[in-house]
């Protein structure tokens, strides 16, 4: 009798942090993400499922939902929810779609794209973070994403071309592996500019042959990392 009290017990607590997480979750997408504009419905609604508590280190669960980035270990954070649903917005997802993601991190980035696109492939230098995120990953069922151990500068080209690339770490410039590895007609957010300061968050499109780049706002983002 006591060991099924204690389970219902448990099972309450469990229900109750979860209805918490969602409710966290509504708010975040109501006062940071729409407010400031973002419209796509498939994006909000990924914002609105994907647990972010799950991503980030034990003792930064109580900030999860707050507005700003996090630490997650290695020099490496997660990025703002705001930006997360910008940058997936921008590259306009579709359910077809193949992303190819450089900087896996946490595997949130991935885990909000995989909600709205048929294949994410994202590649993590930090082997640490890597293994860390694909265990994560498989453990919340994402199983359309993909995740290597490798430099971002090179891309995937095994996979290639995508549809869009999301780059979540500030290059110096654009990787010409990867404006190779774009889709006709497919688009890449990357940030650009010096390590440590404020970049500018490029929007990339390849349409005819031909590439044009165009800045859409301020950022400040972890370092690209290279071998």
Known sequence: MKSALFLLLI??????????????????????????????????????K???HRFVPSDKVSDAYGDGPLPIGYGQTISQPYIVAYMTEIINPKPVHRVLEIGTGSGYQAAVLSEIVSEVYTIEIVDELSKQAASRLANLNYKNVHVKTADGYY?????APYDAIVVTAAAE?????????????????????????VQELMLIEKSKGKIRTSAKMPVRFVPFTRK
């Open 155 to 159: 891309g995937w080209k095994e996979h």
């Open 50 to 52: 994907v647990p972010r």
């Open 173 to 197: 410039h654009v990787p010409p592996s990867l404006i190779e590895q774009l889709k006709e007609g497919g688009k890449m957010i990357i940030p650009v500019g010096s390590p440590f300061m």
């Open 11 to 48: 099972g309450a607590l469990f229900s109750t942090q979860t209805d918490n997480f969602s409710k966290k979750r509504v708010e975040m997408v109501k006062n940071q993400i729409q407010s400031r504009g973002v419209k796509n419905a498939a994006v909000l609604d990924a914002m609105r």
